[in-house]
């Protein structure tokens, strides 16, 4: 079945430093990816997308790249804030027309000044 | 404009007592879902419903119960058979129909439910 493995937490950076997040799946056809995140005692939000293979999806600074070849999606930032210190989930949304996300455990991201 | 509403955000319940919480949402998205979701943890699928007065469990579906007569509201009940329900509780729409599958989920803001 479908799936999606991220790295364990938590990450720590200090401020300005470049941030990945890793990301792969497993999954039959062709999914579509996602990220979202999550700020302390709040519901996600949607980070950024790509809906095929090579999409680069982005928002706010964060890039993820849906490569097929890998099966990847990770995120990266070049410069990351105190304020992007959250939970970062990614999920895929299978080629099947079940609508179900399939969500990765989360990976905590700390930012320090 | 459009969203996902829960409510209350923090919610106390008492031992063999059971509780509801509330989702509405004005997006006209088909499908919702419930979501758990404990101190460190990922999500945790708990029922869903891709149709009106239609749903399915999830993943931990037990000691939870959920209705679906409107579209636009999927209240889940806690009841006592829920062990251990103290968790912040996530509730999310989408458009079914999205053949595209290009969508994700909306999320409302959550509820935190602590037995006391």
């Known amino acids: 079945g479908n799936s999606v493995t991220q790295m364990e937490g938590p990450v720590t950076l200090s401020e300005e430093a470049f941030l990945t997040i890793n990301c792969t799946y497993t999954?039959?056809?062709?999914?579509?990816l996602f990220w979202y995140v999550q700020y302390p005692g709040e519901g996600l939000q949607l980070l950024l997308k790509?809906?095929?293979?090579?999409d680069k999806g982005s928002n706010k600074g964060f890039e993820a790249t849906y490569r097929k070849e890998t099966t990847s999606f990770h995120l990266e930032k070049g410069s990351v804030q105190v304020s992007d210190s959250a939970v970062y989930f990614c999920?895929?949304?299978?080629?099947?027309?079940?609508?179900?996300?399939?969500f990765g455990q989360g990976t905590t991201l700390q930012v320090k000044p | 404009d459009g969203g996902i509403t829960q409510s209350p955000k923090y919610l106390f319940r008492k031992e063999g007592q059971n509780v509801t919480l509330s989702c509405e949402q004005n997006?006209?998205?088909?499908?919702m879902y419930w979501y758990r979701q404990d101190p460190g943890q990922g999500l945790r699928l708990i029922y869903y419903?891709?149709?009106?007065?239609?749903?399915q469990k999830g993943d931990i579906a037990e000691g939870y119960s959920v209705s679906r007569e409107k579209k636009e509201s999927f209240p889940l009940t806690v009841t006592s058979a829920q062990k251990n329900p103290t968790a912040f509780y996530l509730c999310?729409?989408?458009?079914?129909?999205?053949?595209?599958?290009?969508?994700?989920?909306?999320f409302g803001s959550g509820t935190r439910l602590t037995v006391v």
């Open positions: 999310a729409s989408s458009d079914y129909r999205d053949r595209g599958q290009h969508y994700g989920y909306t």
């Open positions: 999954a039959t056809g062709y999914p579509s």
């Open positions: 790509a809906t095929k293979a090579d």
């Open positions: 999920a895929l949304k299978g080629s099947g027309n079940t609508g179900k996300l399939i």
């Open positions: 997006l006209n998205h088909d499908a």
């Open positions: 419903s891709q149709i009106v007065n239609d749903f």
